[in-house]
Nanobody
Framework: QVQLLESGGGLVQAGGSLRLSCAAS????????MGWFRQAPGKEREFVAA????????LYADSVKSRFTISRDNAKPTINLQMNNLKPEDTAVYYC???????????????WGQGTQVTVSS
């Protein structure tokens, strides 16, 4: 059974930082692309960042580029999302996800976590 468990969400003031983590179990995730999406109230779920199986290639949404950093540790396995200079518009539920592919993609993910709330106050 595939499990993705996010942690690290919370309430932070604008300009602050948070670090999200996602622990994966149930499959050999070290071979797959992993990523983060988010969904704000009343909006569709949107791509945030992705990282390839070896961790040497990443992809970011324009809205978070230069502020967010995705990383992974295949030995655990976990992925992380370091979020700096947070803005109120970053407020959303953040989801960890896995795509059964070895390339970076922004759609077509196969497994999802339950999500963790991030709230940024102005």
């Amino acid at each position: 059974q595939v499990q993705l468990l996010e942690s690290g969400g919370g309430l932070v003031q604008a300009g602050g930082s948070l670090r999200l983590s996602c622990a994966a179990s149930g499959r050999p995730f070290s071979a797959y692309t992993m990523g983060w999406f988010r969904q704000a109230p009343g909006k569709e779920r949107e791509f945030v960042a992705a990282i390839n199986w070896s961790g040497d290639r990443t992809l970011y949404a324009d809205s978070v580029k230069s502020r967010f950093t995705i990383s992974r540790d295949n030995a655990k396995p976990t992925i992380n999302l370091q979020m700096n200079n947070l803005k109120p518009e970053d407020t959303a539920v953040y989801y960890c996800t896995v795509s059964r592919t070895t390339v970076l993609v922004t759609t077509g993910y196969d497994y999802w976590g339950q999500g963790t709330q991030v709230t940024v106050s102005s």
